[in-house]
């Protein structure tokens, strides 16, 4: 199965980088830190924070619902001149996420709901082994001469 980033009939990728990680809360940390560094090397130091509010739901997602013991989860992102996507991928892809409204009392299920208000789209995608959950930010068109050379 190919992966979305090398999608022929999509623009070409301008940047994109992947990291497999530990599931353990610290590294859900790591990985929102990272993304939030890197969208604003890329060019759009603006998206920072909502990106970094994404890769955090998304992958606490990833910890306490689709991680089994030793296995790890990875955060994809990938820039194309019109659009910014982050992918969580997990090996539970029986534990498809559910957009819900959480009850006053809950401690949980606030997140989608959060990722839904701050992203364009957002989806599952099934993996040889768990699913991709996905989200993606629709941008305004770059001139690639003004990109960060790499």
């Not at 929102?32 to 970094?52: D, K, Q, Y």
């Not at 739901?57 to 910890?63: F, M, Q, R, S, Y």
């Not at 299920?109 to 989200?135: C, H, I, M, N, S």
Request: aromatic fraction near 6%; charged fraction near 25%.
């Amino acid at each position: 199965m190919s992966s979305p980033f090398e999608s022929p009939d999509r623009e070409p990728v301008l940047y994109e980088d992947r990291l497999n990680y530990t599931p353990v809360a610290g590294s859900v940390s790591l990985a929102r830190h990272r993304t939030s560094r890197l969208i604003a090397e890329w060019g759009h130091p603006e998206l920072a924070w909502v990106t970094g509010l994404v890769v955090s739901e998304l992958g606490t997602n990833a910890l306490l619902h689709g991680c089994l013991r030793d296995r790890l989860f990875q955060v994809a992102v990938v820039l194309r001149s019109t659009l910014f996507r982050i992918e969580v991928g997990d090996p539970r892809g029986e534990r498809l996420p559910m957009l819900r409204n959480a009850d006053e009392d809950e401690c949980f299920g606030r997140g989608l709901p959060l990722v839904v208000q701050v992203t364009d789209r957002w989806g599952t995608e099934p993996r040889v082994v768990g699913k991709t959950v996905f989200a993606e930010i629709d941008l305004k068109p770059v001139r690639p001469d003004s990109l960060p050379r790499r």
